[in-house]
């Protein structure tokens, strides 16, 4: 059974970065469309930011583009977000998720993803 172990979140002051983790712990991430989504309580799921199959494409949602990255270790099977200028209104859980449907159809809605991480908290404070 596909496992992701997420790392990485915290409590930060606005304006700080934080760097989260997402190891793959079976198939390589050539695998998969690897997406990260967030929530906060009494919300959906939100989405954050996907990377394509083959690590070149990536989307992001219009409140982080410009600020979060996503990007992968091939080495290590791990996908990270890089999260900077961070506000308050970025704290939510972290979902790192991972769907083995390639292409870009709906590649940020939680529903076509496959497996999912435990989540990892990230607090940033005024």
């Known amino acids: 059974q596909e496992q992701l172990i997420e790392s990485g979140g915290g409590s930060v002051q606005a304006g700080s970065s934080l760097r989260l983790s997402c190891t793959v712990s079976e198939r390589p991430l050539s695998s998969y469309t690897m997406g990260w989504f967030r929530q906060t309580p009494g919300k959906e799921r939100e989405f954050v930011a996907a990377l394509s199959w083959n690590g070149i494409n990536t989307e992001y949602a219009d409140n982080v583009k410009g600020r979060f990255s996503i990007s992968r270790d091939n080495a290590k099977n791990t996908v990270h977000l890089q999260m900077n200028s961070l506000t308050p209104e970025d704290t939510a859980a972290y979902y790192c998720?991972?769907?083995?449907?390639?292409?870009?159809?709906?590649?940020?809605?939680?529903?076509?993803?496959?497996?999912w991480g435990q989540g990892t908290q990230v607090t940033v404070s005024s």
């Open positions: 998720a991972a769907r083995m449907l390639v292409g870009r159809s709906d590649w940020n809605n939680w529903f076509s993803y496959d497996y």
